[in-house]
């Protein structure tokens, strides 16, 4: 109570926010007033200007008030003259002049923040202003959009401003040649989706060879639109580029048909059970079949019957009740007991699958624990404890222990992402099968995803389940979150109609402030209760009892729906009843546009998932205001209240009328699995709710927020997860991302290598003189087959202490490696001093993630054993790293003397090595290299010019994970690499 009063007299904070700002915008308006006179000439002159003021020093924010003036002044420049603008190959006339509440969004973005804004408040404007203002800078302004459809449209109507006043705009789409690309960076200002540009990143820093083929020019300033849906719901999934794996380790082929089995004969146990609950439901048993259902849940939670029990409120509280009885501490033995009643068990919240003993049985009846991980632990624990072994026995033993673990841990793996792709994914509603491959539906949006895959194997399960062509493993080559791209730029900022809810995450993650900014004229939006109903049917057909009414009165209706299975299942409903609509899924985005900003059209029906047609606007044609303006439904409440506002924020824009309403039975996902459905369900039992009819109420709106919130926390805690694993990976890509800039960027590469090679020597000598007694025979072996030195020992003997055995080393290197320049075409030597360093940094950093996804899958392993899996994989992501650090040093080395600009050069270097370098060290197997000069690698030619050059770069037969090791041929190659041997072994292998 006292807060209220407190706002009432001072205004909410935002408000003060907003108000704080006023004085701006009447400096803005007088002194756009003042540029009314100038000639368009002059008004152009302005920009370069500026441009001087910020080169002699002036900040960019006292700029603000004069550029906004600008920029509002050109606007009415054009809405004067009607100026015609092609966009997307339609005229549109210029007719809009910055509203106050416009330029209010312009300051907030330039302050780096997000300005939420009402859907129809005209976003696309708002972000010309401190696009513009900041663009003069030179230092390249990003405007992420939402598709590459409103890229283009943005870029060429909102483009019209900034060409006039003297700025270049430029627009990325997909499919552009690293050329174009390059070109539209070039531009003050680039439009573009956040996957053109986080894969330009990627691109750049981990594939580009050479400055010239790397396209961004860094990372100054971006204007997020649909804010919310970039750095929320895209957030989910990472960036991601990746080819194909050298080995793989999948085996769902193989076990393919026994999972079918066994689900099979899962669901028919669960059949029973749910049968047998009927039964007891007709017998008046509540409890009893609330037991039987609640076994279903656990065993098959898609059951058809199951669902028609979870529909009624009595049986779904016995379920309810069963599950809350079970999960007591005390109950955890029968829990488990009940677990083993069946093959398996599925957690659908967690989308997790757990084979129980009888699965088990099922699957390897000779062998019931060729399924079970072995425990690890106890195993070790009993090796060492064993006195009758010697030290050596008890670490081949407990390698071959860890080796069977990862075994099994492989297999079990497998089954149980098959044991998904079966229970939890459904076929047109998580994916569609087109063209013999698997696309991910987006769950929220109905977008397909194509090119986008589960990872984990999850992918290649579903493949298996449909019986497509399972795709190649894929090995990831370069990654980042879109959280952590975003975090490049030195200033970011958003704009959307819904942020408010999501505040917090902004503000923790991205330290991006909301500022919400009031409407220019008020919202007369009318949003009904919602509308409750028992089943799914029910709540189909009042909906489109519903339909039918307003359209027969020529009221516009745009249906929102959560999924792309439901849309057409309304559509196929409507299509009976004859009213003509339109069916958006948010996959042909031009098309789609056209559509939607048609929906405010008398009679219109609209039937769209939550993305479709997002950033069009929709008006409403002559007559329709006075029937109420655009109705929406939601049909179905989604997981997050933000993206409900988003729905009913498409009708009512710029004080027109409209009206929402959502229509939620419990058979929606939402209620199945989050609902408080026992609240619920005595809710609706004391008002009183028949059958067939939709109950509205205020108590049931806040039941379902509470749903709804508690969702939302889980994802945010989801995206947080993940983010705290990426960090760490963030911090050592920088390390290597600007390690690789260095490289390219450089004048003096050589510099760089020696730098390199000198720390390799002095680590080499350090671990030689360090060893007792010292090995001088070793450090010799080392120098000699790494590099063509010829070093004696005596040599080293007489130079003395181990300084003077590193200057030594680092002499002779800089002498053979003179002599190696000599007979190279000096053009080619840089390019290939840089290759030395980048073909050794890109192959081992590759490997290195590849490395980084098996622990992190590991780790969520270890998480049983009581250890916090984050620090665990911080640990061991920190070792990993230094260990990657010190084998890239080690394969500069080796590079340094077998890469060569042609086989001639290569040649007549060997020829002139003094005899005592025993030549024969040196691998002479060289393939001829890519003739001078052309050692740059541009984008897909990396892999070739990879291949050709490994002979060189390598020593001896190339390794796959699963080889034996060449140093304890018992180990596998990988093993023995993974924690200690490693360099060891690479060396070896010669
Ligand atoms: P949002 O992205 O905020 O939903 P849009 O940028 O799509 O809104 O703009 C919605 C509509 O409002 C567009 O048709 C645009 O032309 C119009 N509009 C924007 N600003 C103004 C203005 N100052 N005066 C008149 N019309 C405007
Ligand atoms: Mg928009």
Redesign the pocket.
């Known amino acids: 109570m006292i807060g209220w009063v407190l706002k009432k007299i001072l205004g909410t904070q935002n408000q003060r926010e907003v108000r704080r700002m006023m004085p701006l915008v009447q400096q803005i308006n007088q002194r756009e007033e003042q540029l009314r006179p100038l000639s368009f000439e002059e008004l152009r002159a302005k920009t370069n200007t500026f441009r001087e003021r910020i080169a002699k020093g002036e900040s960019v924010d006292s700029i603000l008030p004069d550029a906004f003036a600008v920029v509002k002044n050109c606007c009415r420049r054009f809405t004067e003259e009607k100026r015609k603008i092609r966009v997307r190959g339609q005229e549109i006339a210029w007719?809009?002049?910055?509203?106050d509440v416009?330029l209010i969004g312009g300051m907030v973005l330039h302050s780096g923040r997000i300005a939420e804004?009402a859907?129809?408040?005209?976003?696309?404007?708002v972000a010309t202003l401190p696009t513009y203002l900041n663009a003069l800078t030179g230092k390249g302004v990003h405007v992420v959009t939402v598709n590459d459809y409103l890229a283009a449209r943005d870029s060429e109507w909102m483009g019209e401003v900034y060409r006039e006043l003297g700025l270049t705009v430029g627009c990325l789409q997909h499919g552009q040649s690293q050329a174009e690309r390059r070109a539209q960076y070039a531009c003050d200002i680039t439009y573009g989706t956040c996957s053109e540009f986080g894969f330009d990143y990627l691109r750049d820093n981990g594939m580009a060879t050479t400055p010239e083929d790397q396209v961004q020019r860094g990372h100054f300033y971006s204007i997020i639109d649909e804010v919310d849906s970039i750095l929320i719901d895209e957030a989910r999934t990472p960036l991601i580029i990746s080819g194909p794996v050298t080995v793989s380790t999948h085996q769902f082929d193989k076990y393919r048909s026994s999972i079918e089995g066994l689900v099979r004969k899962q669901n028919s146990l669960c059949t029973d059970w749910a049968n047998q609950a009927k039964e007891r439901v007709e017998a008046g048993d509540l409890q009893g079949a609330g037991r039987f259902l609640f076994k279903v849940k656990l065993g098959s939670p898609r059951n058809k019957l199951l669902l028609k029990f979870m529909e009624d409120p009595g049986t779904r509280r016995a379920i309810d009740d069963a599950e809350l009885e079970m999960y007591q501490d005390t109950r955890r033995t029968e829990l488990y007991k009940t677990k083993e009643e069946m093959y398996f068990t599925i957690d659908e919240r967690n989308s997790e699958a757990d084979l129980s003993e009888m699965g088990r049985k099922f699957l390897n009846p000779a062998d019931p624990l060729f399924f079970l991980v072995p425990d690890l632990i106890t195993t070790n624990h009993d090796i060492d404890s064993n006195p009758a072994l010697s030290a050596e026995e008890k670490l081949k033993q407990k390698q071959a222990a860890q080796a069977n673990y990862e075994e099994a841990s492989q297999r079990i793996h497998n089954i149980s992402q098959l044991l998904r792709a079966y229970c939890v994914f459904e076929k047109d509603v998580h994916y569609v099968v087109q063209e013999n491959k698997v696309i991910i539906v987006d769950e929220y949006t109905g977008r397909l995803m194509p090119g986008r895959r589960w990872s984990d194997g999850l992918h290649q399960a579903v493949e298996a389940k449909e019986g497509v062509q399972i795709d190649r493993e894929t090995q990831t080559l370069a990654t980042i979150t879109i959280q952590n791209y975003f975090r490049l730029y030195e200033k970011l900022a958003g704009m959307t109609?819904t942020a408010e809810t999501e505040a917090n995450e902004f503000k923790d993650i991205y330290r991006l402030g909301v500022v919400v900014i009031p409407t220019n004229r008020a919202c007369v939006r009318k949003d009904a209760d919602d509308l409750i109903f028992k089943t799914r049917r029910e709540k189909l057909n009042a909906l489109i009892e519903e339909i039918k009414k307003r359209n027969g009165a020529g009221q516009p209706m745009l249906v929102g729906t959560a999924s792309v299975e439901s849309s057409e299942i309304i559509s196929r409903m409507l299509r009976r009843e004859n009213i003509p609509h339109n069916v958006l899924n948010a996959k042909y985005h031009q098309q789609e546009a056209e559509i939607v900003a048609r929906a405010g059209e008398r009679g219109a029906v609209t039937i769209a998932t939550n993305m479709a047609g997002r950033?069009t606007?929709i008006k409403l044609s002559p007559g329709v205001p006075e029937l109420g303006g655009l109705h929406v439904v939601g049909t179905e409440r989604h997981e997050s209240r933000r993206i409900d506002r988003q729905l009913r924020g498409r009708c009512a824009r710029q004080g027109d009328p409209g009206s929402s309403q959502f229509y939620i039975s419990f058979e929606d996902d939402l209620m199945r699995n989050f609902g408080d459905s026992r609240r619920i369900a005595g809710l609706m039992t004391k008002l009183g709710m028949e059958d067939n009819e939709g109950l509205q109420h205020p108590w049931l709106n806040r039941s379902v927020e509470t749903a709804q919130k508690r969702v939302e926390q889980r994802n945010y805690q989801i995206r947080k997860h993940t983010l705290q694993y990426d960090d760490v990976m963030n911090q050592q890509r920088t390390v290597i991302y600007s390690w690789r800039t260095e490289i390219l960027t450089t004048e003096d590469p050589r510099k760089e290598v020696f730098e390199t090679v000198d720390e390799k020597i002095g680590a080499e000598v350090e671990a030689r003189a360090g060893a007792d007694p010292v090995d001088l025979d070793g450090l010799v072996h080392w120098a000699n087959t790494a590099m063509p030195l010829g070093l004696q020992k005596e040599e080293l003997q007489d130079a003395g202490n181990k300084d003077s055995w590193k200057e030594l080393l680092k002499r002779r290197v800089r002498e053979a490696y003179e002599l190696k320049v000599k007979f190279e075409n000096p053009e080619a030597v840089k390019a290939l001093e840089r290759y030395v360093l980048l073909g050794a940094i890109d192959r081992l950093w590759q490997e290195h993630l590849y490395a980084m996804d098996g622990l992190r899958t590991s780790i969520n392993l270890r998480a049983y054993g009581q250890k916090d899996p984050l620090i665990e994989y911080k640990r061991e992501a920190y070792g990993m790293f230094e260990e990657l650090m010190e084998r890239i040093k080690g394969e500069v080395v080796l590079n340094l003397f077998r890469s060569a600009s042609s086989l001639s050069a290569f040649e007549h270097f060997l020829a002139a090595l003094p005899q005592r370098t025993g030549r024969g060290e040196l691998p002479m197997q060289a393939h001829a290299q890519p003739t001078e000069g052309s050692l740059s690698m541009g984008g897909g030619q990396a892999g070739a010019v990879e291949e050709a050059l490994a002979p060189m770069k390598r020593q001896g037969p190339k390794l796959g994970r699963n080889d034996p090791c060449p140093l304890d041929p018992s180990k596998k190659f990988k093993n023995c690499c993974g924690a200690s041997g490693n360099k060891v072994c690479f060396k070896v292998a010669a």
Do not use: S
């Open positions: 007719e809009m002049i910055p509203f416009q804004m859907t129809g408040e005209g976003k696309t404007l109609g950033g606007d």
